[in-house]
């Protein structure tokens, strides 16, 4: 579902890149503050140079190698180095085994590096995790790159005479240049590897965010539920439930007839005067969750976007807001990670000031400039999260301060309850004890019921269109401090590789400044990600090009994504049914009725009912662990059914409303009796009502716990009941007519294109159960985005 950015880098770029990771990769102030009792030559020639990783072993030389080297250098200042692999020879004729052992060491880590990457690329593909992959990609994009230029440099460097201006760079002693082009090579990769590890912790951490919109996006208005937006209100204390007044007796089962109940305010609800009062109220739960439902509001239904998305022929019920942010929070995180040249610039300037200041402070050592630079980049960062939250604040709609009114603006616009209406809206059997969007479950609301529908208010006009910064000024803020902060760790690792860190004085600044990385990491970045991610929603402009060059190509893939997921709820309810009719066929227990189970097992009614629970144990318990294999998107679907379901969002189905869903599938004979069996394979409390675990391992037994030809004939059960012109082909049109819910057959056309590659105007038996076991695992706009 993300689209693959593609960056193309010219030489003279990577060039620039290359030596700037020369100054953001190894601290120069670290190198002026080195001990004056070790020398820190490099030495070739004769005398073997003896260096690790990223530094160098900290030799003393006496007078007498030094001037030896010296003369060595100017004897041989114009001899052309044109044996670049000399030493490689000497070493295979003099040691072949050590050479060949070499090259055995790279190989078996080659092929180790490999195998780790494919397992790595196998466990983000079974995740669903595309930005990984292409993080991931972005990776060994970089190795390559620098593979190259590393070869090339390498090549260059021993080709060229050593007393050629570009080798000596002016030194008597030694050639400089070609001994720290390698070192400058590796402390650049290891900056990029830094970044990359930063891009990774970010998405990984960033993933909770995206469940939390996933429950705010799912809250509904009113209901008993505790975590519904009426009981988090009231335990805030901004509303109360009273026995209403009409109501016959105090004692009235309230669980059974929320009508009898009245909601009273106790106080306003708003989003803060002052920046403090803000602050402190956005830590409330019930707060954080009313301001995203306001900016999705204005997204979906009443803002300048909405206009925009209906022009798009985007439909409520098939968009979801929350994986519109989530694939919005993916691209700000990989964008992170695809550092472009114009952040390599404004990081060297920033550097080289930091350097000359170094070096106008005689009294402060490297290890101590560095902490200072790692705790300015985290007072930067929270500075800027406090920027960004406010400039978002100014853009997001306001909501009445009646808190009931806030009640009825939401009701019925959760996801489950939009989808809910986009069911129900083609059943002409709907009707009476059903409500289509859950908004006849609800308490009395005096002094507001009657009133028009309140609607959200547009910012006021100081947030206009170009009052704060754009989203693309935002992430090139954000992108310039993630790269600084990369490189102060990068540089933090060359000082420990090169024995620099040393005494108190230097010990204990180097510590602090690496404990300011996990605050970075886990603290600030993530925020800025979020806040980042909810401001670009809100974005305002005199013109749409935002929409048409940023967000109309992500709004569509996330329609065909909510056309995928619908498709998936229609499959589980056919697989349901299926599974129900193949076990009355066969004469299972649980799907008789009560004579015809005593008449097949001799049994009396309470042993029957005994056995019956024991064994919904079992079904809940194993439906349960193949819940638990799940990916976290494919839980989150299946929840959104049962939620659906659940129209007085009490926690628990009736058969009813079981049974009327199934109706919209076309089992119109047979819907209660389907209805009845089902909840009774799993009502493991007798309770005879359907309740979110029991719902969750009904789904499990169903699909996944069946074999693979059984679920197969249930499609094709399905195929054979679509009103089809041809017995042997249904076209697109028979088959969009012949879903529960609106769509498009546009829309369906191209989840069939995506996954043929052609053009499908009609599909036969068997492609149509190949193409339905592809959306059920999710493969559709996986291919679209391979």
């Known amino acids: 579902m993300r689209r693959r950015v593609k960056t193309t880098r010219s030489v003279s770029d990577t060039l620039v890149c290359s030596f700037g990771a020369l100054v953001l990769s190894i601290p120069l102030w670290s190198l002026f503050y080195a001990p004056s009792a070790v020398s820190t030559t490099f030495i070739r020639g004769p005398t073997r140079r003896s260096f690790g990783f990223l530094g160098h072993r900290q030799i003393t030389h006496g007078p007498c190698l030094q001037g030896r080297t010296r003369e060595h250098s100017r004897e041989h200042s114009s001899i052309a180095r044109s044996a670049v692999f000399s030493v490689i020879a000497e070493e295979v004729n003099n040691r072949p085994g050590f050479f060949f052992g070499e090259v055995l060491i790279i190989v078996v880590l080659s092929a180790g590096f490999e195998k780790a990457e494919r397992w790595l690329r196998k466990k983000l593909k079974a995740s669903g995790d595309f930005t990984g992959g292409e993080i991931l990609d972005a990776l060994f994009r970089e190795i390559t790159i620098l593979g190259f230029i590393g070869l090339l ?34 402390a650049t990769f290891l900056l990029l590897v830094v970044l990359l590890f930063q891009g990774f912790a970010v998405l990984r951490i960033s993933r909770e965010t995206a469940e939390t919109w996933a429950d705010y996006e799912s809250t509904r208005a009113f209901g008993t539920n505790p975590l519904s937006m009426e009981s988090l209100l009231i335990s805030e204390g901004y509303l109360e439930r009273r026995v209403s007044s009409e109501s016959p007796a105090p004692d009235s089962n309230l669980a059974l007839d929320e009508s009898k109940m009245e909601l009273r305010m106790l106080k306003p609800f708003t989003y803060g005067g002052t920046v403090i009062e803000r602050a402190s109220l956005r830590r409330k739960y019930i707060h954080k969750l009313i301001m995203w439902r306001a900016v999705r509001h204005g997204f979906l239904f009443e803002g300048a976007q909405s206009k925009l998305l209906s022009s798009e022929g985007v439909i409520p019920g098939l968009f979801s807001f929350e994986v519109f942010l989530e694939q919005q929070l993916s691209q700000i995180v990989l964008s992170l990670v695809e550092v472009d040249v114009l952040t390599w610039f404004y990081a060297l300037l920033l550097v080289a000031l930091v350097t000359l200041i170094c070096l106008s402070l005689e009294s402060v050592n490297g290890q101590a400039m560095q902490c200072i630079c790692c705790w300015a980049l985290a007072a930067v960062a929270f500075a800027f999260s406090i920027i960004l939250e406010e400039d978002t604040y100014e853009l997001t709609p306001q909501v009445p301060v009646d808190p009931r009114q806030i009640l009825r603006m939401f009701s019925g616009t959760s996801i489950q309850m939009i989808r809910r209406a986009s069911f129900l809206d083609i059943s002409q059997e709907v009707a009476g004890e059903i409500s289509r969007s859950g908004r006849r479950f ?74 300011e990385w996990p605050l970075m990491l886990f603290v600030l970045v993530p925020d800025l990600v979020r806040r980042l991610t909810v401001r670009a929603a809100v974005t305002r402009t005199r013109t749409n090009n935002w929409f048409h060059d940023k967000q109309r190509g992500l709004v569509k893939r996330v329609m065909i994504s909510g056309i995928e997921g619908l498709l998936r709820d229609c499959t589980r309810l056919i697989h349901l049914q299926g599974m129900e009719a193949r076990a009355v066929m066969n004469g299972e227990t649980w799907a008789q009725n009560k004579a015809s189970a005593q008449a097949m097992t001799g049994q009396f009614a309470e042993s029957l009912k005994k056995n019956a629970v024991a064994t919904a144990k079992k079904n809940v318990k194993r439906g349960a662990e193949f819940f638990d294999q799940l990916q976290p998107a494919l839980k989150t679907e299946v929840f959104s059914v049962f939620s659906s379901w659940d129209a007085r969002n009490a926690g628990a189905v009736a058969p009813f409303e079981l049974a009327k869903n199934m109706e919209l599938m076309g089992f119109m004979a047979t819907a209660d009796r389907v209805a009845d069996n089902l909840i009774r394979l799993v009502d493991d409390d007798g309770s005879g009502l359907l309740t979110w675990r029991k719902c969750r391992s009904l789904f499990m037994l169903a699909t996944a716990a069946r074999p693979m030809d059984e679920r197969r004939r249930d499609l094709e059960a399905f195929f054979s009941r679509i009103n089809k012109g041809s017995p042997r082909f249904a076209t697109v049109f028979e088959i969009a007519k012949a879903l529960p819910f609106q769509i498009r057959d546009e829309d369906l056309a191209t989840l069939m294109y995506v996954y043929f590659g052609r053009v499908k105007p009609s599909v036969s038996r068997s492609e149509f159960v190949e193409w339905i076991e592809a959306i059920e695992m999710s493969e559709i706009l996986a291919k679209r985005e391979r």
């Open 442 to 515: 609800r308490p009395q609301l005096p002094g507001v019921e009657g009133s028009d529908l309140p609607r959200t208010q547009e910012p006021s006009e100081k947030s206009a269109p170009g009052t704060f910064l754009l989203v693309p000024e935002y992430t090139g803020v954000f992108k310039l401090l993630c790269f600084l902060q990369a490189a102060v760790v990068a540089s933090l690792l060359v000082n420990l590789l090169n024995g620099s860190v040393y005494g108190w004085d230097r010990v204990v600044p180097y510590l602090l400044a690496w404990a």
């Open 153 to 186: 440099l390498f090549v260059l460097t021993h080709l060229l005479p050593e007393d050629s201006p570009l080798i000596s760079l002016g030194a008597d002693e030694y050639n400089i240049l070609p001994e720290t082009f390698e070192y400058v090579h590796m």
